[in-house]
């Protein structure tokens, strides 16, 4: 099996899911990506062998389901969406210190086991 290397993956890092609600907690639709995994299957398209592999900084269903990953395809990972006649991307890197440090400070709470 060749592994395929993509152009542009994500960086580690904190980041805001297209549906963060600025007003609300900071950690709202939060994420931590932690890097980016090949699926060892060789049936699967190309664009789908590569995965994003990241953590939710909230607590919603996958956290309550035992602290799990989330992996989401590295293509739907990186692509624009459009809504209400606006195009942005699905997520979005964090770079503001002050928010990503709150956030540090909420993932070292809900993961400190």
Same mark, same amino acid.
Request: glycine share 6%.
């Given at each position: 099996?060749?592994?395929?290397?993509?152009?542009?993956?994500?960086?580690?890092?904190?980041?805001?899911?297209?549906?963060?609600?600025?007003?609300?907690?900071?950690?709202?639709?939060?994420?931590?990506?932690?890097?980016?995994?090949?699926?060892?299957?060789?049936?699967?398209?190309?664009?789908?062998?590569?995965?994003?592999?990241?953590?939710?900084?909230?607590?919603?269903?996958?956290?309550?389901?035992?602290?799990?990953?989330?992996? &989401?395809?590295? %293509?739907?990972?990186? +692509?624009? $969406?459009? !809504? =209400?006649? #606006?195009?942005?991307? &699905?997520?979005? %890197?964090?770079?503001? +210190?002050? $928010?990503? !440090? =709150?956030? #540090?400070?909420?993932?070292?709470?809900?993961?400190?086991?």
């Amino acid at each position: 099996m060749a592994v395929y290397a993509p152009k542009e993956v994500p960086e580690k890092g904190f980041y805001y899911h297209y549906k963060h609600d600025p007003d609300g907690a900071v950690n709202n639709y939060a994420y931590e990506v932690i890097g980016v995994g090949h699926h060892t299957e060789d049936y699967l398209p190309l664009e789908d062998v590569l995965m994003v592999v990241y953590r939710p900084i909230y607590e919603g269903e996958v956290y309550k389901a035992g602290k799990l990953f989330d992996l &989401r395809p590295l %293509k739907m990972f990186m +692509e624009y $969406i459009t !809504k =209400e006649g #606006k195009t942005f991307p &699905r997520f979005r %890197k964090i770079s503001d +210190e002050a $928010i990503i !440090k =709150e956030l #540090k400070a909420i993932r070292d709470r809900m993961y400190a086991d």
